[in-house]
Structures are given as structure tokens and as C-alpha cells.
């Protein structure tokens, strides 16, 4: 069906879903309504967020969602799930046809679940098998008291190591706030102070020192990409199972911009991901394992998760299946080149970028240096004016992680809408313009602010109009009228 045919039939069905929606609960169809006025009328530069397509949109909202089916595919303890089963095979032949992956797990609700899954699923192969063989029974039903409190002892005494928080590691990789920060012995890798990339010798170093059972690769606010093959050979040398977690730029995977030593799937035992960054695809994870570890990740459910999530799993299968197409591809090559663009619009008028700029397809800007501002002043000043972004802590961060010194940039939503580079040199424009005309204002206690800020009047307006020009060139759903 051409585009123009499936916007049309789009517009049929959310004008009367909203119809639908609105005799139960008419707060949440408006609701509904005004969230997509809000999403098309500002500039979404959040590295985590994008918009999915329409297919995937509509697959999430059916009686999917009433099916119990714990277990996974032909092993459920509930009745009836045959389609659930087509619905989970067809989500899972598409991961691994996509990733090139041995074996795809695709229930996770989130990445966070993902991550927890995974964790589990390196335990339960690396740790409980040999500790039943140790101690001489067959299985888990054969453990005495005594042999489940020295297996309890093992799984809790297993040490990870994750990049840094302030480099741009997410909290899942064994920080406090996260069970993972408290599941395990945690130390983390850094990035080099002078370039801000990461230093593969420093990490040997402290792999060699520190025997991790399990390496993660990955990160949530690091502007460069990673070489999986070294991280590989570092995890080697110390047997430590290799774990990229690859939420925030699986898109940039999918599309084969990251491929041989930056791929992730082939290099690391165990990848997991998010379907809803830059992959384009419904809320929700996944986890791709090689074959030693699929019978354990099968097994997440009901381990780590409850009764999976049909509907997602559906709209997870459609969006895959878009994933594989050239028209993916050229947008994954275009979330990079927007990076691009956008990086060398904040350098060409002066601004401080943390490694000096990106190979992926975020930017993270040091607005302390460049602007004499906190993240949190620059994420309300930007707000104000009508544009998305989020605050970011900094390598050595000086403001801590609450009021950060950075903002961070990414380019997958608004190159969904259609913004090409000379789009995103006028939107590093409109940021710097903004940021320019900012200053922080003095705190109650009269010391210079960490949240206070004052902007130069007539500016917001002015943006506003700029970056209404850009969203009404580049529209979101164009054709799609509610
Ligand atoms: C976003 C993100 C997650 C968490 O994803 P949720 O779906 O919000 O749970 C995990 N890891 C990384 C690296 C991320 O960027």
C-alpha cells in the first residue's frame, strides 16, 4: 500500500479510536489528542526518544493484551497461546535475521528489564551448573538447605564492571540507585580525562585487576562508538562473559552503520537492547544471546518477568520487520550524518562538545564551558523556547549529577520527521542563539544559581517562530489529520 494510503486508513482509525476511547474516558482521549499536537509542535532532540511508525503504533492496541502466556514459544503454563506463539516466533526470527544473532529473547517490558534478564541469564549458566555439579545432585530439586544458602552466597558474591556513570554508562550497569548496583561487586571503567574517549588500555588494566565474571559495553551518553572486538578480547583474558548493551543505539546496529569490530552482535556473548530508541520500534527490550545461553534467557520469564506482553511483542515484530528494509537503512546512515552536522553547527560557533564531537548519534554539549550555564538552567532555557532536550552530567562533572554541566543532544526523532543536515545546523543554531542569550541568575542565598536563569526578552518568540519553520517543513505523520 503507498504511504499516502496508509496515512489515510491511519486517520480513519485514530479518529475513531479516539471516538471509541472518549465514551469510557473522555480526559484520556483528549489526553491522546493534544500529546500528538505537543509531539509535533516541538523540537525533539531527547537521544533516547523517537517516533515509531504507524504500523507499529497500531499493532500495540489489541485484545493481545488480554492473553496470558508465561513461559515462551510451545512451553507456556497457560492454555491457548498458539497465536501468542506465532506472534513471539515472528518478533524473534526477525531479531536474529536482522542482528545476525543465534538466538533472540524479545519479552523484556523495558531495558532495564533486559539488562535484569541478562544478568540473570549469565548467573544461571556461569554459576548454578557448576555449584549442582559441586555439590553432586542433578538438580535444583535435589538441593538441601544447606547447598541452596551456599548457592544464594555464590550468586550474590559475582563482580561486574560497567562504564562509569559521568563517561555516559547507564544505571543498570551496577549503580547504586539500580539492583544491579546492589546484586553485585561493582567497579566501573572511565574515559581518558584528556580526549574524553575511552582508553582500552586503562580498561585491560583494570579488568586484569579487578577479574569481572561479567564485562558490560554501552552506554546512554558516550558520543563516540565503541570497538566490541577489543572489549571482547579484554573480556577474554580474565573469562568474563562480554555484555553490550546496546539500548540507545541498536538502531545505528540494525542499519549496518556499526559493523565488523563495532557491531556488537558477534563480538559479545550476550546484547541486549531497547526496541524504542533509536531502533523505532514499540516500548519494550530484548535480549540476543549466543546458543550456550538461550535456554537460560528462555527461561526469563517467569525468572525475571511476568507474563509477556503480546501486544508489544506484535508491534516488536512489525517494527523489526521495517527494521530490515532499505528505507531502514538509509535512516540509520542519516541519524549518523545528522550527528555530524549537528556537532560541527555547535563547534563552528565556538561551543565546547565533550570529546570534541560524534561518531554516533549523540552530541553532548558542555554548556558550563561554552555558555556559563548548568545542564539545568540550559535544559530550561531550551524548554522554554521550545526545545527538547535533556540535562547531562560530564566527565569530572563539576555541578554533580543533579545539575550537571551538560546538555545532551541526539538526532533519531527529528531525522524520523525528516531533518537533514542543513535542518540540524539551523537547530545548533537556535540552541546556541538560545544559550547565548542566557545567563545564570543569582540564588536566594545570593550566590550565582544552579537553577535560576534569565533570558534576553523577545528571544523565546523568536526561536519559536525559527523552529515552528523547521517542524512545519519536516511534519510528524504527515497526512495523519487529527
Ligand atoms: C534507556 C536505557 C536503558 C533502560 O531502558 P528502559 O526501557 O527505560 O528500561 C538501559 N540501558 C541503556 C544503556 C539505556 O540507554
Known amino acids: 500500500m503507498p504511504t499516502t494510503d496508509v496515512t489515510a486508513k491511519a486517520t480513519i482509525a485514530y479518529q475513531a479510536m479516539l471516538e471509541v476511547i472518549a465514551t469510557a474516558e473522555p480526559t484520556v482521549a483528549e489526553a491522546i489528542r493534544k500529546e500528538l499536537a505537543d509531539q509535533r509542535g516541538s523540537l525533539k532532540l531527547i537521544a533516547s526518544e523517537n517516533y515509531a511508525t504507524l504500523p507499529t503504533l497500531l499493532a500495540m492496541g489489541t485484545w493481545f493484551s488480554d492473553k496470558y502466556a508465561e513461559g515462551t514459544v510451545g ?30 529473547y524479545v519479552q523484556p517490558h523495558s531495558g532495564i528489564d533486559a539488562n535484569l534478564v541478562a544478568y540473570w541469564t549469565i548467573l544461571s549458566h556461569r554459576i548454578e551448573l557448576p555449584a549442582l555439579e559441586e555439590l553432586g545432585v542433578k538438580s535444583a530439586n535435589d538441593l538441601s538447605e544447606q547447598d541452596w544458602e551456599t548457592l544464594r552466597h555464590r550468586l550474590g558474591d559475582q ?26 561487586h ?34 546512554s551518553a558516550y558520543p563516540r562508538r565503541v570497538n566490541f572486538a577489543t572489549m571482547r578480547e579484554i573480556a577474554d583474558e580474565v573469562g568474563a562473559t562480554l555484555m553490550v548493551d546496546m539500548a540507545h543505539f541498536a538502531g545505528l546496529v ?18 541486549t537492547t531497547t526496541t524504542h530508541k533509536s531502533l523505532r520500534g514499540p516500548r519494550g527490550g530484548m535480549v540476543l544471546v549466543d ?65 570534541g564531537g560524534t561518531d554516533n ?32 552530567s560530564i566527565p569530572g562533572d563539576p555541578n554533580g549529577a543533579w545539575y550537571t554541566s551538560g546538555i545532551r543532544l541526539g538526532t533519531p526523532a527529528l531525522t524520523s520527521r525528516g531533518f537533514d543536515a542543513d535542518a540540524f545546523d539551523r537547530v545548533a543554531d537556535l540552541i546556541c542563539e538560545t544559550l547565548n542569550a542566557t545567563t545564570a541568575a543569582t540564588a536566594s542565598n545570593g550566590k550565582p544559581g544552579k537553577a535560576k536563569y534569565e533570558m534576553a526578552e523577545g528571544l523565546t518568540s523568536r526561536v519559536h517562530d525559527e523552529a515552528h519553520e523547521l517542524l512545519d517543513a519536516n511534519p510528524l505523520y504527515p497526512g495523519l489529520e487529527l
Do not use: W
Not at 159 to 184: E, Q, V, W, Y
Not at 188 to 212: C, H, L, N, W
Not at 314 to 338: C, E, G, M
Open 75 to 104: 512451553h507456556r503454563f497457560y492454555a491457548g497461546c498458539a497465536n501468542v506463539d506465532t506472534i513471539e516466533a515472528t518478533a524473534a526470527r526477525h531479531a536474529e535475521e536482522l542482528f545476525g544473532a543465534q538466538h533472540a
Open 159 to 184: 563482580r561486574l564492571m560497567g562504564m562509569s556513570l559521568d563517561a555516559g554508562g547507564h544505571l543498570t550497569h551496577g549503580f547504586r540507585p539500580n539492583i544491579s548496583g546492589k546484586m553485585f
Open 186 to 219: 561493582q567497579r566501573s571503567y572511565g574515559t581518558d580525562p584528556a580526549t574524553g574517549f575511552i582508553d582500552y588500555d586503562a580498561v585491560r588494566a583494570q579488568v586484569r585487576e579487578f577479574k569481572p565474571l561479567i564485562l558490560v559495553a554501552g552506554y
Open 254 to 271: 540494525a542499519g549496518k552503520v556499526f559493523t565488523g569490530d563495532e557491531n556488537p552482535v558477534g563480538n559479545a556473548q550476550v546484547v
Open 291 to 355: 546458543d550456550e545461553f538461550a535456554a537460560d534467557v528462555d527461561r526469563g520469564c517467569p525468572m525475571v518477568l511476568g507474563g509477556p506482553l503480546a501486544n508489544m511483542m506484535s508491534a516488536k515484530a512489525v517494527a523489526l520487520a521495517q527494521a530490515k528494509t532499505p528505507d531502514f537503512q538509509a535512516y540509520a546512515r542519516a541519524i549518523a550524518s545528522n550527528a555530524k552536522a549537528l556537532a560541527e553547527g555547535f563547534l563552528r560557533r565556538g561551543a565546547t562538545l565533550v570529546t
Open 361 to 392: 548519534h549523540i552530541v553532548l554539549v558542555d554548556v558550563a564551558t561554552s555558555f556559563g550555564l548548568t545542564g539545568r538552567q540550559a535544559e530550561s532555557a531550551l524548554l522554554d523556547a521550545g526545545i527538547v532536550t535533556n540535562r547531562n
